[in-house]
């Protein structure tokens, strides 16, 4: 079971509500997320454009607007080459509208994901060279590319890269690192040696908008706002899908992006909302994360990600309805494929005893390589530690990996980088190529790697306030707005309640998989309460606590008395033009 731990950090909370207006919890809140000081803690709650960082602070970010308005001015052929999951799109269609509205001859390609594999790679290069380019410029890779960047300045393209992933490097005699550079023109990513831009993690989609704020800099078009501010909400849709930490520059991000995309003037954006059943006055980073963005990232998965870009350049209402019913169908049929490779990871996991191992590393060869990632994170949410998951592509084995607390894939990777043809990632997510006979000595040779312990992957449930439900008022749940967007690295707030009882109950939902409750914490107050869980764990919990015939009676509509903790979030249920307090519960014991 997992362990509940109590944040006790400690601050004036009422000196911090005092000043900001806000509730003692809501100020224990924004402590818990080492939000400290005046100016973190107004960026925090009210922080806007104006908190943006200046494109200048990129390294090379001169040097690379420079070569761009060279090339613009010389009429030479641009073309930007990204990758094909949301951050990559987006980081396309932003590079893509930005330099055409200075004017310049650019276009975009999108590698295939079966055919090409990540990133640049030597027949791109050649595409590029015989038709004619002169530029090219990566976005959301590149960084990596070493070789192949080499072999495009042998055939004399000039190359700007833009990416966001982690520098490769060497590991010296001493322990020191040796940072491996692409020999490119110039290297625009925030984690490189010598960048002074303050906020590591941006996604490739805001190292792009930051390229094209800098370049529209110089341009007196009319429209160079209305389009910035277009540009900000796909910057808000990569950060999201690409699971940056919604801490500093790209809270203010999502934030600002979401403001827009609730009024979006973007067709594609539009159409994708409608079609997916999405209000744009609600709209929120979960709607992001877990409907918008698997539809855009579905395409490139089971067939080519241009059709995403397609859809956020398309400027005909019908083309868009038609393309974003389009990509939610993908979605749909990848749905069913990753609840299939799901099952067959879990099953091979048991069967080849690999519980024992602190990384797993499971070789699905039949599994479509695009679902690797997908599934990847279904096996460290149900195992809770890292894992792998390998298929058989048409050049060796293709994998993708997906990170815990305190393991830095990316670096534990590059212990291990002799196995790999091709690798690259962050400390989150990692993808990589290999041949098919180093499968087992990678398993065993990164599970050596590993310094894990026992500790460290026992579930752990991080408590921001023990709160009765008493406490609980309208206005508290309203002021809880004010610290969205959730996501990575300001997550939903967890509080939790001892002794609460629960007095009736009753299964709701198309598929009778949804708990409603009546419940008391002995104040005197009732409320409704919700879970979303697994019924039948929860069942099975319940009968052990107070006994089978317990449960019955609780679902028969007779009253019962059975005690619990929870933890929890507050929401107010609106329905039938009323207004009550609901209680969604997110665990128990």
Known sequence: MAQWFIAAKKADFSQIAAKYGIDPVIARLIRNRDVIGDEDIRKYLKGGREDLYAPALLKDMDKAVAILRKKIREGARIRIIGDYDADGIGASYILLRGMRLCGARADTVIPHRMKDGYGLNESLIEEAAGEGIDTVITCDNGIAAASQIAYGKQLGLTIIVTDHHEIPYEEMEDGSRK?????????????????????????????????????????????????LEELLEIAALATVCDLMELRDENRVIVKCGLENMRHTRNPGLKALMEVCGIEAKNISAYHIGFILGPCMNATGRLDTAKRALDLLQSRERAEAVEIAAELKNLNDIRKEMTVKGAEEAFAYVEREGLLADKVLVVYLPD????????????????????AFVLTKGEEGIKGSGRSVEGYHMYEEMTGCKELFTK??????????????????????KINEKCRLTEEDLEEKIHIDVAMPLSY????????????EPFGAGNAKPVFAQKDVHILNGRIMGKNRNVGKYWV???????????????????????????????????????????????????DINRYGGKESIQIVMRGYR
Not at 189 to 208: F, L, M, Q, S
Not at 472 to 483: F, N, R
């Open 520 to 570: 008391t914490d002995g104040s005197g107050c009732y409320y409704d309460m919700v879970y979303f869980g697994d019924l039948e764990a929860f069942h099975s919990f319940l009968a052990k606590k107070a006994g089978e015939y317990m449960v019955n009676r609780l679902y028969s509509g007779e009253r019962v008395d059975i005690p619990l903790s929870i933890i929890y979030y507050p």
């Open 472 to 483: 609980l008022t309208k206005k508290l749940i309203e002021e809880l707005e004010l610290l």
């Open 367 to 386: 599994v479509h390589e695009s679902l690797a990632g997908i599934i990847a994170g279904r096996i460290r949410e149900k195992y809770g530690r890292p």
């Open 179 to 227: 940072y491996l550079l692409p020999a490119a023109d110039a290297v625009v990513d925030p984690k490189r040696e010598g960048c002074a831009y303050p906020c590591k993690n941006i996604c490739g989609a805001t190292v792009a908008y930051k390229l094209v704020w800098q370049l529209l800099e110089e341009e007196k078009t009319a429209d160079r706002q209305e389009v």
């Open 423 to 444: 690798y690259g990632g962050h400390k989150m997510a990692a993808g990589l190529s290999m041949q098919e006979k180093d499968v087992d000595v990678f398993r065993k």
